[in-house]
């Protein structure tokens, strides 16, 4: 941690909480639910600096029994157990809450602002140091103890108050992009059903001109090796066919690739073992990838690389690919190109497949732009966060006040 100014203090924890409200655990055990009843939270509750509002209830009498652990609005609830470090101030609505095991109330006293140490809390670097301090074999939890050992620096309460705006400011745009990117989503699902449901041979109502096929008629299995400078590609659940290097991990792959299968540029990869997840994409890239994978070229004339990269991800046809897929066990399941071949689909014709691939492709841009720009806020924030929540950065404030 920087060195502090001299207006910059460091607290315990525990000596930022009110003396009448000190850091307890959550009691109440999860019990029947008790629709009506007292609402209590759950260390999986608090995800996003936010308290979920599909909260499980109790009886009157058993939250009266325990109002050791009552939580209200402006209350943090910090998770002790299992996402570490989780954390989210009771908002106004949630009049009377209880905690259960695994979570912890903190009701900061006047040295500070609640909203501040909530952010305190999660500044980057004592995040990985509250995490770090979990202990346990089944499962990671720090005590209560240890909470209340952890240091928090408090600027004047003036400027506590302008950090805080700040950060709240990050935190408003990435809700209306989060927003955004869930909306995004929503529309994709829409359309894509209404597309792909009439796919399906089980569909009543399709247009005369749709024809139907085997997967068979409509695509080959390409089976060639790829050459020495050929790069190594994958295939992911959310990003399709991309260079190897983009996951971030060590290549586990073999010195020896001349049984990787070639993947060009309008093929499709599946990986043989998880199509029954969707485990799909479209390459744009020319590559060689592991023979855990099939690798099949569409049929120009019947149907379109682009419209049947979105088909392969509608629930029908993943529901066809489980269906079909081969093995005792989920572990095991695979789907083969010559099983693969016989699963049938009603296709529209190409003019129209490429009016839906054109509208999908289009939702599914917009959402890889939403998804950048979030990612660049959230990076921002965390910067944000190390510099002023350390007093690397300070803010000026004109008054004792607070207002600048």
């Excluded at 997967?215 to 090796?225: I, P, T």
Aim: hydrophobic share 35%; with cysteine.
């Amino acid at each position: 941690m920087p060195n502090l100014k001299n207006d910059w203090v460091i607290f315990p924890l525990a000596n930022v909480v009110r003396a009448d409200k000190p850091i307890v655990y959550g009691i109440v055990q999860a019990g029947p639910e008790c629709p009506g009843g007292v609402p209590y939270i759950k260390s999986t509750d608090v995800r996003g600096n936010i308290v979920l509002s599909s909260l499980s209830r109790t009886t009157r009498e058993i939250a009266d029994r325990y109002r050791r652990s009552v939580v209200v609005p402006g209350d943090i609830v910090f998770s002790l157990r299992g996402n570490i470090g989780e954390l989210a101030i009771v908002p106004p609505g949630l009049l009377e809450a209880n905690l259960t095991q695994g979570t912890a109330r903190i009701s900061v006293n006047d040295r500070a602002l609640n909203d501040y140490v909530a952010f305190a809390l999660h500044e980057p670097a004592l995040r990985r140091r509250i995490i770090r301090l979990g202990k346990g074999s089944t499962f990671q939890e720090i005590s209560l103890e240890t909470l209340r050992k952890i240091e928090i620096p408090l600027p004047p309460l003036s400027e506590q108050r302008k950090i805080a705006e700040i950060l709240r400011t990050w935190d408003e745009a990435i809700e209306k992009l989060e927003a955004l990117r869930a909306a995004n989503e929503v529309h994709y699902k829409a359309i894509s059903k209404r597309f792909f449901d009439a796919c399906h041979p089980s569909f009543h109502g399709r247009p005369h001109a749709w024809q139907q096929y085997e997967l068979g008629d409509v695509f080959h299995e390409r089976s060639q090796s790829g050459e020495g400078n050929d790069r190594l590609l994958s295939i992911t659940m959310s990003s399709g066919v991309i260079d190897r290097e983009e996951i971030g991990r060590k290549d586990t792959s073999t010195d020896d690739k001349s049984n990787y299968k070639l993947i060009l540029p309008g093929d499709i990869g599946y990986n043989t073992m998880r199509m029954w997840q969707g485990v799909s994409g479209l390459s744009a890239l020319r590559g060689i990838i592991s023979p855990a994978y099939t690798v099949i070229t569409p049929i120009s004339s019947r149907i379109l690389g682009r419209y049947a990269a979105h088909l392969f991800k509608s629930r029908r046809m993943v529901f066809d690919f489980e269906r079909y897929s081969q093995g005792l066990t989920s572990d095991t399941w695979n789907l083969k190109f010559p099983t693969f071949s016989r699963i049938k689909v009603f296709l529209p014709p190409i003019e129209e497949q490429k009016k839906q691939a054109n509208l999908l492709d289009s939702l599914t841009a917009e959402g890889a732009v939403i998804g950048k720009q979030l990612e660049t806020l959230i990076r921002q924030k965390r910067g944000l966060m190390q510099k002023l929540l350390t007093g690397e950065w300070r803010i000026k404030v004109n008054d004792q006040t607070g207002r600048s």
